[in-house]
Each structure stands twice: as C-alpha cells, then as structure tokens.
C-alpha cells in the first residue's frame, strides 16, 4: 500500500469514530485523493483531519466539515446541486461522486481555473462551474434539490433558500451573535426548518467577482 493510501485510511477511521455514518460521503471521500487540491507544500498534510491553505488566502475545508455537510445533504443520484464557493473543488469533486450534476460557483476566476483542471485529470464530468457572486445563485438553473455553501453568510441567505425546490435541503455556514454555525436548512412546503449542527469556521462569503482574480 502505498503512503497516501495508508493515511487516507487512516483518516476515514477518524471520520467514522467522529460520528460520521454516512457511507456514500465515506467512499466518495475515499475515492478522492486530497492531495491533488491542497495548496503547493501541503501535500504531505492532505490527509490530515484540518483545513489547509490554498491560493488567493482561501483554504480547502476540513475533512470531518466535508464529510459532516454532504453527509447532512442525503443525496442521491437524481439531485441537481448548487455550491457556493468552489475554492479547491475538493467539496466538489465529493459531491460529484453522489449527485447527477453539481453547479459550483466562485468569485476568484484563477481559482475556479485550477478547479476545473483538477475535475478534468478526475474525469469528473458532471460539474458545471461558474465565475460569479454566489451570494446572487444561480437563478437560470434554479430551483436545485440541494443547496451547500462553504464560506459563512452573513444572515440567512434568503435569496438561495428561493432558489431551493420543496421538500429540499440547504447546508450553510452562518454568522450570528454567538458565532458562526453550520445550519441545516430543510424546505417543507414554504415552512422552513432550522436545525443546527456543528460550531464552524469558515471564510466570509463576499459580495461580487474578485478583482484581477
Ligand atoms: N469547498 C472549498 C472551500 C473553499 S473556501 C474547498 O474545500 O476547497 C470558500 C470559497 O468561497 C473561497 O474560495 C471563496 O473565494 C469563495 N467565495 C466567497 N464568497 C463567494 C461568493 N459570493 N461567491 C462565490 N464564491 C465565494
């Protein structure tokens, strides 16, 4: 076995013992090699349970958050997904594994770029990406069966939750008084349900495209 291979395994022992249950989110992690999406110099870390940095000051999530949200998702293959904040396409390439197509969006252009060169090396073909203001969704695709945001909003993003079918589900990163949380939205109709998951801390959501980026 080879040396990522030991401490992929490795990691997804830690995901199970951390409570993580869902065995879709566990293989798709599986077949995912994070080393490919971590930023120059971190390969060696890639399979360590912590976010890690890459380019334009962003960072590729923490494996267990990952796991936590697309097992909070119950995907299935007929959803159609919305992202927020591609950054590395490593949530993304997870999610493309579980879904029929996954559209992903993000304001920094260069990083969208190397994202997208990462799926193709993957042969992940059932990702769209866009280089926009996900704050806004995307209204010509709208309505999506699943929603997953992975930097914090503000207050609740009303205009995505719009964009979400009935009966459908939206995971989020949202700041409030007492800090940021990972909010499980679930659409019942026009009710909305709340339900609250994790402490996180994720990367503000910004308004409009980066400049120069
Ligand atoms: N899921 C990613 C996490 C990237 S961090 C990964 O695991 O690699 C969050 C990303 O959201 C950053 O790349 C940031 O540029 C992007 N982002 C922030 N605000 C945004 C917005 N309004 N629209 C699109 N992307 C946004």
């Given at each position: 076995?080879?040396?990522?291979?030991?401490?992929?395994?490795?990691?997804?022992?830690?995901?199970?013992?951390?409570?993580?249950?869902?065995?879709?989110?566990?293989?798709?992690?599986?077949?995912?090699?994070?080393d490919?999406?971590?930023?120059?110099?971190?390969?060696?870390?890639?399979?360590e349970?912590?976010?890690?940095?890459?380019?334009?000051?962003?960072?590729?999530?923490?494996?267990?958050?990952?796991?936590?949200?697309?097992?909070?998702?119950e995907?299935?293959?007929?959803?159609?997904?919305?992202?927020?904040?591609?950054?590395?396409?490593?949530?993304?390439?997870?999610?493309?594994?579980?879904?029929?197509?996954?559209?992903?969006?993000?304001?920094?252009?260069?990083?969208?770029?190397?994202?997208?060169?990462?799926?193709?090396?993957?042969?992940?073909?059932?990702?769209?990406?866009?280089?926009?203001?996900?704050?806004?969704?995307?209204?010509?695709?709208?309505?999506?069966?699943?929603?997953?945001?992975?930097?914090?909003?503000?207050?609740?993003?009303?205009?995505?939750?719009?964009?979400?079918?009935?009966?459908?589900?939206?995971v989020?990163?949202?700041?409030?008084?007492?800090?940021?949380?990972?909010?499980?939205?679930?659409?019942?109709?026009?009710?909305?349900?709340?339900?609250?998951?994790?402490?996180?801390?994720?990367?503000?959501?910004?308004?409009?495209?980066?400049?120069?980026?």
């Amino acid at each position: 076995m080879s040396e990522p291979d030991a401490r992929k395994i490795r990691l997804l022992m830690e995901l199970r013992r951390a409570g993580i249950s869902d065995s879709g989110a566990l293989r798709a992690i599986e077949k995912t090699p994070r080393d490919l999406f971590v930023g120059p110099g971190w390969q060696d870390r890639a399979y360590e349970d912590s976010a890690l940095p890459i380019e334009c000051g962003q960072t590729i999530s923490q494996p267990f958050i990952v796991a936590l949200m697309t097992q909070a998702l119950e995907l299935n293959d007929r959803h159609k997904v919305l992202e927020i904040g591609t950054g590395s396409g490593y949530q993304t390439a997870i999610l493309s594994r579980l879904a029929r197509r996954v559209y992903t969006m993000e304001r920094y252009r260069s990083l969208l770029r190397e994202a997208q060169k990462r799926f193709e090396a993957l042969k992940l073909t059932n990702i769209v990406a866009l280089a926009a203001d996900g704050g806004k969704g995307w209204p010509d695709q709208a309505p999506f069966d699943r929603i997953i945001v992975t930097a914090a909003a503000p207050v609740r993003p009303d205009v995505l939750l719009d964009q979400l079918k009935p009966d459908g589900i939206m995971v989020a990163p949202v700041n409030s008084e007492d800090g940021q949380h990972l909010i499980r939205y679930r659409k019942h109709g026009e009710e909305i349900e709340e339900e609250m998951l994790a402490d996180v801390r994720f990367v503000p959501l910004v308004e409009g495209l980066a400049r120069g980026g």
